[in-house]
């Protein structure tokens, strides 16, 4: 089965500083990762995806992420942190419709 | 519309009620997800509609949980009887296919309440 690992329940970074929000899968073929954003009280925002080609993903936000086959690795990636990008971050994978979610990261930027 | 859109945003029930949860897709979407978020539980799946195709109720969690799609757009989700571990959030959403390299976008959600 697919499944989805987010390992840090909460990530603490201080503005301006670059911050990697991290997520590990397990499938069984292609993978389809995806990264969503959510904001307090808000739905689930589309950030960016792999399918295929270029391992490193260009998002909205500035957000980008690094595919890494070898490691099963989906890091979401920022050079420079804002305030604003506190929210909580899920990582999931399709299978083959539905998308199956990692437990979320909290990011929380310090100014 | 521009989005998807859910409604009731906020939703109090007593206990042993029916509630109807409704969800209104990107305009020619033709797949719909039904997703539930909670506290203990994280992110479920739930039912997932594609064109006219049967749904996929595979993460329905009992029969009192139902959903139809009609007319190929407009979702309703029911909950009958409701208990208090119903409590949660219900998001739904729609994608422009059902292809796994298809981005899925997401309403605001229903939080609902069950006292």
């Known amino acids: 089965a697919q499944s989805v690992a987010q390992p840090e329940d909460q990530v603490n970074v201080a503005e301006g500083n670059p911050l990697t929000v991290k997520c590990t899968y397990s499938?069984?073929?292609?993978?389809?990762l995806f990264w969503y954003v959510q904001y307090p009280n808000r739905g689930l925002q589309f950030l960016l995806k792999?399918?295929?080609?270029d391992n490193l993903v260009k998002g909205s936000y500035g957000f980008e992420a690094e595919f890494n086959k070898s490691q099963t690795s989906f890091h979401l990636k920022k050079p420079s942190a804002l305030v604003s990008d506190s929210a909580l971050y899920f990582c999931?994978?399709?299978?083959?419709?539905?998308?199956?979610w990692g437990a979320g990261t909290k990011l929380i930027i310090k100014p | 519309g521009a989005g998807v859109s859910q409604s009731p945003s906020n939703k109090v029930t007593e206990k042993g009620k029916d509630v109807e949860l409704r969800c209104d897709p990107i305009s020619g979407h033709t797949a719909l997800y039904w997703y539930r978020q909670s506290l203990g539980q994280g992110l479920e799946f739930l039912i997932y509609f594609q064109g006219n195709s049967a749904p996929d109720k595979s993460g329905l969690p009992s029969d009192r949980f139902s959903a139809e799609r009609t007319g190929g757009s407009v979702s309703t989700l029911t909950i009958q009887r409701t208990q208090q571990e119903d409590s949660a959030v219900y998001l739904c959403a729609s994608s422009s296919s059902a292809t796994p390299n298809t981005e899925a976008f997401f309403g605001q959600g229903t939080r609902l309440t069950v006292v």
């Open positions: 999931a994978v399709r299978d083959p419709y539905q998308l199956i």
């Open positions: 499938v069984s073929g292609n993978p389809y």
């Open positions: 792999y399918i295929t080609g």
